[in-house]
């Protein structure tokens, strides 16, 4: 009974605390006051409930908000930080290994997915016998909602 209710106090203790340190204005943290913070709050807190009352399952969509959360904070604040479409790629293959660490379940898909989020992000720079890679691409860019689709119905279809 006393776990049921700890998502729920996570959220409300990093939401507090973040309105808190809003209200203090303090100069370091400045850029942390903002909407994507809240997303990296979300995402804490569904990984700390989900290694606390280890229901693992939450572990997969805590990484993924939180890195996007982070990966959001990262491309408005810092001018260095890459900002490639594959890098949502890369955070559900992060999601996936961190999850196979508790459930033992999707390291072949958390490493196909970085694998395929490295080589989209550092594809700019490939040699010249890889120029076909650059239509593949531009299709994926164009008709990705189409594969969601795909995905979608034979995820439906399957037993």
């Known amino acids: 009974m006393k776990k049921q209710h700890s998502l729920l106090a996570y959220l409300l203790i990093?939401?507090?605390?973040y309105f808190l340190l809003r209200e203090l204005k303090i100069p370091i943290l400045t850029d942390f006051y903002s909407w994507q913070t809240l997303l990296i709050i979300i995402g804490l807190a569904l990984l700390i409930h989900g290694y606390?009352?280890?229901y693992y399952q939450n572990l997969l969509a805590g990484t993924i908000v939180l890195g996007i959360g982070i990966h959001l904070h990262g491309v408005q604040h810092y001018s260095f930080w890459i900002d490639?479409?594959?890098v949502y790629?890369?955070?559900a293959g992060i999601a996936f290994i961190v999850r196979f660490i508790k459930t033992k379940k999707g390291l072949f898909t958390g490493l196909i997915l970085i694998t395929l989020a490295v080589f989209l992000i550092f594809s700019v720079n490939l040699p010249v016998y890889f120029d076909w890679l650059y239509t593949?691409?531009?299709?994926l860019e164009r008709f990705w909602p189409v594969l969601l689709i795909i995905i979608g119905v034979f995820l439906l279809k399957r037993k």
Request: charged share 5%.
């Open 89 to 91: 790629i890369l955070i």
């Open 52 to 54: 606390s009352s280890r």
């Open 136 to 139: 593949v691409i531009n299709l």
């Open 84 to 86: 490639h479409w594959a």
């Open 14 to 17: 990093g939401i507090g605390i």
